[in-house]
């Protein structure tokens, strides 16, 4: 997985409380994992 230049960012407001998961805070990866799992992240649930 390529470095994310926003990680440090991203960490200030990730919602995500799965912090061992190797996409944490790599919201780009994140997403494209849950879509192709047909699921949704916790930053895009209500």
């Given at each position: 997985?390529?470095?994310c230049p926003n990680k440090e ?6 919602t995500c409380t799965y ?9 780009c990866?994140c ?7 047909g ?8």
């Amino acid at each position: 997985m390529a470095d994310c230049p926003n990680k440090e960012k991203n960490a200030q407001v990730c919602t995500c409380t799965y912090t061992s998961c190797p996409r944490h805070t790599v919201c780009c990866e994140c997403i494209r994992y849950h879509r192709e799992n047909g699921g949704l992240p916790a930053c895009l649930k209500k």
